[in-house]
């Protein structure tokens, strides 16, 4: 299985998730022409054969074939019927699963297959959008390294990747990054407001709040200092910051973050075991 701009890929599903990675795979370089998708609705695998080149297929069975890795980007609560059907289409040599549908675990994957495939999860998050996600990864046993590195250069198209050592840790993942947007967004929101009733201008106001988290943001990818340094950092003695940090917490921000991602974790494994019931 060739880790070039060659390889062929099938995307299941034509929803904004399979786009995004398709926009991302063809401006690295990836050859339109090996990459296929197949959608119930023919409009979106239309759409994205004139935008972008690539194949579009009215059936799963000829998306697939020939395919060297199979994307499944489906939502997780069609994921059993579409994967019983790819099974039965799947010859040898079988090809790479990667799967980016929340919440549905490997070994579900697997048993509606009813092929052992080779399998990876990613967990991706909405910035995928505008290919600046955070992707958690997990390898089922018996996916190779080759293979690991196939699906790992393929879902950088959508952002940054990181590797988790147990399928488990994806419902973190889920708690962190996949939900993780809207943690921003809502502060985004509040400063907004806050600003609003301070005097400024609801147009400033979302304008500098938008600005201000681009540039944390950037600085804490560009700089070699933990989080907590940089607030440091901004933060003087006496000063406004140190006014607003205390605020804060005192309102007990830092547990209730905890309290958040933990609910959020919990939540992500209850709707995965909910999945895993339909046999």
Not at 23 to 37: C, F, I, K, N
């Amino acid at each position: 299985m060739p880790t070039t701009t060659t390889t062929r890929i099938a995307f299941i599903g034509g929803g904004n998730m399979a786009r995004s990675l398709i926009a991302g795979l063809v401006a690295d370089g990836y050859d339109a022409a090996r990459l296929s998708v197949s959608d119930p609705d023919t409009t979106k695998s239309e759409a994205l054969a004139n935008h972008f080149g690539i194949s579009a297929c009215t059936s799963t069975a000829a998306a697939i074939d020939a395919a060297e890795v199979i994307v499944l980007c489906v939502k997780p609560q069609v994921a059993a019927g579409v994967c019983r059907e790819l099974g039965m289409h799947l010859r040898a040599p079988l090809p790479l699963v990667i799967s980016v549908m929340a919440g549905v675990s490997e070994p579900s994957i697997r048993g509606w297959l009813g092929q052992p495939i080779a399998l990876v999860r990613a967990m991706p998050n909405t910035p995928v959008l505008v290919q600046s996600g955070a992707i958690g990864l997990h390898a089922a046993e018996g996916t190779d390294a080759h293979q690991s590195n196939l699906a790992e250069e393929i879902l950088r198209a959508g952002g940054l990747t990181h590797w988790v050592k147990s399928e488990a840790e994806l419902d973190t993942v889920t708690a962190l990054s996949g939900s993780g947007p809207a943690y921003f967004f809502l502060l985004m929101e509040a400063l907004e407001e806050a600003a609003v009733a301070e005097g400024l201008d609801a147009e400033g106001a979302r304008l500098l709040s938008i600005q201000t988290a681009l540039g944390a943001a950037r600085m804490a990818v560009e700089s070699d200092e933990s989080p907590r340094q940089l607030r440091q950092r901004v933060t003087s003695p006496g000063g406004t910051t140190e006014r607003a940090i205390a605020v804060f917490e005192d309102g007990g921000l830092p547990a209730l973050t905890r309290r958040a991602v933990a609910a959020a974790r919990q939540r992500a494994h209850e709707l995965s075991e909910l999945i895993a019931e339909d046999k």
